[in-house]
């Protein structure tokens, strides 16, 4: 049997007001409130409210045939309780259902992994108690920050919180003629791995809308003919995972209501489901679903989900970005030690992912995804207002 794992990540981060020079020490608020209730309110009544509303009508029409999973930055439930309270009211009717898994990750989708380990543990340990809250779950299975993962990120989360399976990238140069179509074993052979099947994630999160794409437009019948297509290839009855990894806003918010995303997903599992050996799973049930012994694969190297070439240069590709994490995680371990707790949360508001995203200037072929994100009008602003921040972060210390 071959189960589609539809996994989601959602995320907003607190974006930066425009701080100059003269600003520098005058405790003024770094965070762009205005700018992120408004981008909050927007992507909830084009997203989240009714993405939300549609998967909840489609868990109750298949009566717990269909499944799917989040994970939910704690930057995103803070700003869902400042902005608009009625999209985590709509997050825990989902969950209510016992058809959705909610996964691990950083509190503030942050690239800790790579600097700091024992704060990336402080922030897995607090995002796992923000699910238990908010959700009443129990996290079982982890994604690092922009799937972002190495052999020994799986040491971490299975040795010290206990999580029992990762998700990550299918990239090919990790499974050279292997197919992400099952489940693994990391390197080590202790932690269940699930691979994106990319291809297929991307054309419902990139392609769908694409006129110039060859396949437009994208059919729910088309796209589960491609599905069917992949079983085929299976002949000891191993039971298969079609990894579709995207973010959440792909509904309504990258693709538009117009584009007919929602029709698509809204008819999608009923066409699914009409096939007998096809299906739903969320990540930790795969655990229990391989019915074979699991290949081990090792990730010497970090990868992540992020442009053609799935590693790290989208956040550390250039010096204006070494230069600013570097300097961030520098001024971390002096916060911590000062033991404020508002300078604490600002320092970790700041360590967000997303902030050296976007002074990425990897801007021709994967440009305009990089330009579409930016609230800045190039990456050597983001960067400027970024070391503003900091030193003006430094300033309160002294």
């Not at 009508?57 to 989040?70: D, P, Q, T």
């Not at 989902?94 to 704060?119: K, P, Q, R, W």
């Not at 995203?357 to 995804?369: A, E, I, L, R, S």
Request: hydrophobic fraction near 40%; proline fraction near 3%; aromatic fraction near 16%.
């Amino acid at each position: 049997m071959l189960n589609i794992v539809f996994y989601f990540q959602v995320h907003q981060p607190y974006r930066l007001r425009h701080i100059n020079v003269l600003d520098i020490g005058k405790k003024a608020n770094l965070f762009d409130d205005a700018l992120n209730g408004q981008v909050m309110r927007k992507v909830a009544q084009k997203c989240y409210l009714p993405t939300n509303n549609l998967l909840l009508s489609l868990i109750r029409k298949h009566a717990g045939r269909f499944k799917i999973a989040y994970s939910i930055t704690g930057t995103a439930i803070e700003q869902f309780k400042l902005f608009s309270p009625e999209t985590l009211d709509s997050f825990k009717a989902l969950a209510d259902t016992g058809c959705v898994e909610f996964l691990g990750e950083t509190y503030y989708h942050s690239l800790s992994f790579l600097y700091d380990t024992n704060e990336f543990l402080d922030q897995v340990a607090m995002h796992r108690e923000l699910m238990k809250n908010e959700f009443g779950y129990f996290t079982e299975t982890f994604r690092n920050t922009e799937l972002i993962y190495q052999d020994k990120l799986s040491d971490l989360v299975f040795e010290i919180e206990g999580f029992k399976t990762i998700i990550t990238e299918g990239v090919e140069r990790i499974l050279q003629w292997r197919t992400p179509l099952y489940a693994y074993k990391n390197y080590s052979k202790d932690i269940n791995l699930l691979l994106k099947y990319y291809q297929l994630s991307d054309d419902i999160a990139f392609r769908f809308s694409d006129r110039d794409w060859p396949e437009y437009p994208l059919t729910v019948g088309k796209f589960v003919n491609w599905i069917d297509h992949l079983t085929l290839a299976e002949k000891k009855n191993r039971n298969q995972f079609l990894n579709l990894f995207m973010d959440y806003e792909t509904f309504g918010e990258h693709q538009w209501a117009e584009s007919g995303i929602f029709d698509f997903m809204q008819h999608f599992p009923d066409e699914v489901l009409k096939r007998d050996h096809l299906g739903f799973a969320t990540p930790k049930e795969t655990f229990a679903l391989s019915n074979y012994q699991q290949e081990a694969l090792s990730f010497p190297e970090p990868v992540s989900w992020a442009d053609e070439q799935r590693d790290l240069s989208a956040w550390l590709g250039n010096d204006m970005q070494l230069n600013a994490i570097e300097t961030l995680y520098e001024l971390l371990e002096k916060v911590k030690t000062k033991g404020d707790p508002q300078l604490l949360e600002i320092a970790r508001k700041l360590s967000t992912s997303d902030h050296f995203y976007y002074m990425c200037t990897k801007y021709f072929q994967d440009g305009d995804v990089h330009k579409y994100f930016s609230p800045y009008d190039s990456p050597d602003q983001a960067y400027i207002y970024f070391i503003n921040a900091l030193a003006d972060l430094e300033e309160r210390l002294s």
